[in-house]
């Protein structure tokens, strides 16, 4: 059962912006480090960014892909039970399927959700 749900996807050109979310109705998400993944065809899946657990509200220190950093930032609305991904600058080789899951990955969401596509081109 997948119970975490990706969208915010989209066709952008390089240099352009699109923001992710990752959404579940689990009341115990506040509890869990996530993080975004990507996967490329043909290439392995990878995580992308990492948000560790922290407060009530928002969540604490973050890790990010050498290639990404200073271009995507991750958050967490712990309120809201969603997790979010901004992405800026966006460049060709971003374009992947995007997932969310727990940081590292388990089954504790479920499995896999469907992701949600970016796709950057010109």
């Known amino acids: 059962q997948v119970q975490l749900v990706e969208s915010g996807g989209g066709l952008v050109q390089p240099g352009g912006s699109l923001r992710l979310s990752c959404a579940t109705s689990?009341?115990?998400?506040?509890?869990?480090?996530m993080a975004w993944y990507r996967q490329a065809p043909g290439k392995q899946r990878e995580r992308v960014a990492g948000i560790r657990v922290t407060g009530i509200v928002a969540g604490g220190s973050t890790d990010y892909l050498d290639s990404v950093k200073g271009r995507f930032t991750i958050s967490r609305d712990n309120a809201k039970k969603t997790l979010y991904l901004q992405m800026m600058n966006l460049k060709p080789e971003d374009t992947a399927a995007y997932y969310c899951?727990?940081?590292?990955?388990?089954?504790?969401?479920?499995?896999w959700g469907q992701g949600t596509q970016v796709t950057v081109s010109s």
């Open positions: 689990r009341n115990d998400f506040s509890m869990y480090a």
């Open positions: 899951n727990t940081w590292p990955p388990t089954d504790a969401f479920g499995s």
